[in-house]
């Protein structure tokens, strides 16, 4: 969910490791982050130019986190490669998504990434929650809607992370 | 605006004095929320929602409906428990039957209250990722693993089909198709100039190794011509052409029309073609000539069982004979390229006619 936190969470995330002694593998597939807390080890911002690739194409802001993970996603068998090489290294692989589920969950190439991530390595999906603003029972309820959608369209295991429980 | 009549519901719940400049509110989206804190903070305490109210009637709307929602907060955190009012209003009752499906999700739901910001919770977060992970294991990876044997099994059955498909084509080629066609012509013509044989070959393998490989009724159209031109140019040789191709036309219409033929579109033209450039090699080829399976074939050769040769071939059939043949097919397959044509435009009831009388 898009503002709940999912890269300051992946930054904790990150640190945690770190402080368990397991340094983690991160990757960034969110092309529309301006600064990241962390350093991750692949970046999708390396490989596609997020703004060029809205002027090239004409797209608003949605559009081209679409088609920039459109275009990584015509190169992520390298990722799944790298991925499988370090496997034996590593005990997390972390992936920071777009937050946006009809960006990431509901298109074909969020699909691709998550099916062949899946398919290569032990794959479970964590699904942050804003805690605070789910007080509302509607909003609760539309985003255990949107978890249940998730988890039923991947069936990958699944964990909600209600995040910003602190406040 | 079935989410607006709610709201206004929680207003009149409230008793809300400033209503209706709420009701101008023209935010669907936002209207919705500020129903849903209203509703629940209405249900906790009417003291939060009554200031939210005042709010509204003195500021913005838009300003009211986000106090709305913190208003609603603060009055459902004071009563500390979700308290949703009995009423009729949709988005309850959407929030109601939404909640009774999602029951069976919540029933395994795995879940862990953290905090990104002071590091709240994590090692509980770890664990239940070490929990997914083994279910990944115990769940996912069979099926995938399952899948992945059901698409391998199948490429391999498909695989396995095209293969076999392939062996019976070849094998019902040889028996019906170019290969007997083309063992007939090697018989019918192994008493004649090798040179004449290494010909008809040749164009028969190149007719059949058009766009239809070993089921064109191409390849088929063409041997049997040149097949029918033999025999009768065997059985009797100083026949007129127009008598071969009678004979070469008759012949040639089947092999078109039947069903594991391709359709005639291609075949006469082809056919023509292949025929004239038999023609072509007769006249150019060297008089040895080398046979498909790298026999060589002589003038006389004899290696052939007499029973595979043609009944009354004479050995010394000259050369001229042989082109005479050819433009004969040639002929033939013109005039059945005609025929096709004719048949394409008549109706289907005619075409039947025609086949008919052809057969007869």
């Known amino acids: 969910m898009a503002g709940s936190g999912k890269t300051t969470l992946l930054q904790r995330l990150h640190s945690h490791s770190h402080a368990a002694g397991s340094p983690p593998y991160v990757i960034n597939l969110d092309p529309a982050v301006q600064h990241l807390p962390y350093v991750p080890n692949i970046d999708i911002r390396d490989t596609v130019n997020y703004r060029d690739v809205m002027k090239q194409y004409g797209l608003g802001p949605n559009g081209g986190i679409m088609t920039s993970l459109n275009l990584f996603a015509t190169r992520f068998d390298k990722v799944l490669d790298i991925v499988e090489k370090r496997a034996g290294e590593v005990r997390h692989v972390f992936v920071d998504t777009p937050g946006q589920i009809e960006v990431f969950t509901w298109s074909a190439s969020g699909n691709i990434i998550t099916e062949t991530l899946a398919g290569t390595v032990p794959t479970v999906l964590l699904y942050v929650v804003d805690t605070p603003r789910c007080a509302s029972p509607v909003t609760f309820m539309s985003n255990m809607m949107y978890a249940c959608s998730i988890l039923y369209k991947t069936r990958l295991p699944f964990v909600i992370a209600f995040n910003k429980a602190d406040a | ?360």
Not at chain 2, 16 to 41: F, I, K, Y
Not at chain 2, 291 to 305: I, W
């Open chain 2, 1 to 360: 605006m079935r989410d607006f009549d709610s709201f206004q519901q929680a207003l009149d719940d409230a008793q809300d004095p400033h209503g209706a400049a709420r009701r101008r509110a023209a935010d669907a989206l936002q209207a919705q929320e500020v129903a849903a804190a209203g509703l629940a903070g209405s249900g906790a305490e009417s003291r939060p929602e009554r200031e939210s109210e005042s709010g509204a009637g003195a500021g913005a709307e838009a300003e009211a409906g986000v106090k709305g929602v913190i208003a609603g907060v603060e009055g459902r955190a004071a009563a500390s428990k979700v308290e949703v009012p009995a009423d009729d209003g949709y988005i309850l009752q959407l929030t109601r039957s939404m909640s009774l499906v999602l029951d069976e999700f919540y029933q395994g739901l795995r879940y862990a209250g953290v905090s990104a910001l002071t590091g709240q919770g994590m090692n509980e977060l770890f664990e239940k990722i070490s929990e997914a992970g083994q279910e990944y294991y115990d769940d996912y990876y069979p099926e995938i693993e399952a899948t992945k044997r059901r698409r391998a099994e199948e490429e391999a059955r498909r695989v396995q089909e095209g293969v076999d498909r392939l062996h019976a084509d070849a094998k019902g080629g040889k028996s019906t198709g170019v290969g007997e066609a083309a063992a007939q012509t090697t018989a019918a013509s192994n008493g004649l100039v090798g040179a004449a044989t290494a010909a008809t070959h040749s164009a028969v393998a190149a007719a059949a190794s058009g766009p239809g490989a070993p089921r064109s009724s191409l390849g088929r159209g063409v041997a049997m011509g040149i097949d029918s031109t033999h025999g009768d140019g065997g059985a009797s040789g100083g026949k007129p052409a127009a008598a071969t191709a009678g004979r070469v036309s008759s012949a040639s219409p089947p092999p078109a029309v039947t069903s594991e033929c391709r359709p005639p579109v291609i075949t006469p033209a082809d056919a023509l073609a292949a025929a004239q450039s038999q023609e072509q090699r007769m006249q150019s080829a060297p008089r040895i000539g080398v046979m498909a399976n790298g026999r060589r074939l002589e003038p006389s050769d004899h290696s052939v069982p007499s029973s595979k040769r043609g009944e009354s071939r004479s050995e010394s059939e000259s050369e001229s004979m042989q082109l005479a043949k050819a433009r004969a097919a040639a002929v033939a397959a013109k005039q059945w390229m005609d025929a096709e044509e004719n048949e394409r435009v008549r109706s289907k009831r005619e075409a039947v006619m025609l086949s008919g009388t052809a057969d007869s």
